[in-house]
C-alpha cells in the first residue's frame, strides 16, 4: 500500500550507550510523485480546501505528532 | 504594491499558557527555514528569472509573510503574559533581558536573522532549486515543532502552514519544469 511515511532501520550497536531507536521514520510528501500537476485532479470544496490548506485532495497530507498519533488512533 | 488585508491567513488559537512552545516557533519567525528568509529569498530572487516564473515567486514570497504574521500572532499569544518565572523556566529569560516580550527575529536558539541563510545566485535552476529544499527544510521543521507541541489547537494552525510548505514545493518543482521547456515536447532521444 502506498504511504507517504518510510522506515528504515539504523544498525543497533551491541555497546550503544542509550536504549536504540530500532525504527527510524521520515516524510515523502506527495509533491515528489506527481511531476507537473495534471488537469483535472479531485478537488476539495472551498471550505474544506480553506480549512486543510490546499485545494487538491491529492496534496493533502497531514502531519501529527506520535503524542497524538497515539490519542487518535490513527492520522487521516 | 501589496494590498494588506487585516485578518489572518488561517485562524491562530493557542489553548495551553506554555510559553516554552514560543521558543521553538521562533524557529519559523527567524531562523534559517522560517519564514522572514523564505519571503526575503523569493521576493528578491524574482527579479532575475526568466518571466514564466516571476509571479510564482511574487505569489509564494507574499503568501510567506502571511505565514510569518501566523508564526508571530501564535509566538504573542503564549508570552504576552508570561510572568518572569514562567520566561526563566521557557528559557526565554536571555530573550527578555534583551527584548522584553517583544518579538525578535532569531531562531530557536537565540541567533539573530542573517541574509546570510538565503542565496540569490541569478542562475534560475540553482535558484529553484534552493527554493525547493528551503520548503523541504521548513516542512520537515514544522515535524519537529509538532512533536515537541502537546497544544492541539496550535498544532492545527502548524499543520496548516505545513500544508502550504507540501504545495508551495511541489509549484517550485513544477517551475523548473516549465523552464526545462520539455514538458509538452514529444520525447525522441
Ligand atoms: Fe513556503
New binding site residues.
Given amino acids: 500500500m502506498f504511504t507517504t511515511r518510510k522506515q528504515y532501520y539504523p544498525y543497533i550497536s551491541p555497546f550503544d550507550p542509550c536504549p536504540p531507536i530500532r525504527v527510524k521514520t521520515y516524510v515523502t510528501a506527495p509533491n515528489l510523485y506527481l511531476g507537473f500537476q495534471p488537469p483535472n485532479l479531485p478537488q476539495f470544496s472551498p471550505h474544506e480546501a480553506l480549512q486543510k490548506g490546499t485545494l487538491w485532495k491529492v496534496f493533502y497530507d497531514p502531519y501529527y505528532s506520535p503524542y497524538e498519533m497515539a490519542n487518535k488512533g490513527d492520522y487521516k | 504594491m501589496w494590498i494588506y488585508e487585516k485578518k489572518l491567513q488561517y485562524p491562530v488559537r493557542v489553548s495551553t499558557c506554555n510559553p516554552k512552545l514560543a521558543k521553538y516557533l521562533i524557529e519559523q519567525y527567524g531562523g534559517a527555514d522560517g519564514e522572514l528568509a523564505?519571503a526575503l529569498r523569493y521576493l528578491n530572487q524574482r527579479y532575475s528569472i526568466p518571466d514564466k516564473v516571476i509571479g510564482l515567486l511574487t505569489d509564494?514570497g507574499t503568501e510567506?509573510f502571511a505565514h510569518l504574521e501566523m508564526i508571530a500572532t501564535m509566538v504573542y499569544k503564549l508570552t504576552k503574559d508570561a510572568t518572569l518565572e514562567q520566561l526563566k523556566e521557557a528559557g526565554l529569560d536571555a530573550h527578555y533581558v534583551n527584548h522584553d516580550r517583544a518579538l525578535f527575529y532569531n531562531n530557536a536558539a537565540g541567533v539573530p536573522w542573517t541574509a546570510a541563510y538565503i542565496q540569490a545566485k541569478g542562475d534560475p535552476i540553482a535558484d529553484l532549486y534552493e527554493d525547493i529544499a528551503a520548503?523541504e527544510k521548513?516542512r520537515a521543521t514544522y515535524q519537529w515543532i509538532i512533536n515537541m507541541s502537546d497544544d492541539p489547537d496550535l498544532n492545527d494552525g502548524l499543520r496548516f502552514l505545513r500544508e502550504?510548505?507540501i504545495v508551495?514545493a511541489q509549484r517550485f518543482r513544477e517551475a523548473v519544469e516549465i523552464l526545462k521547456e520539455e514538458r509538452d515536447r514529444k520525447k525522441i532521444f
Wanted: hydrophobic letters at 40%; zero cysteines; charged letters at 50%.
Fill in positions: 523564505a509564494i510567506e520548503e521548513a502550504r510548505e508551495h
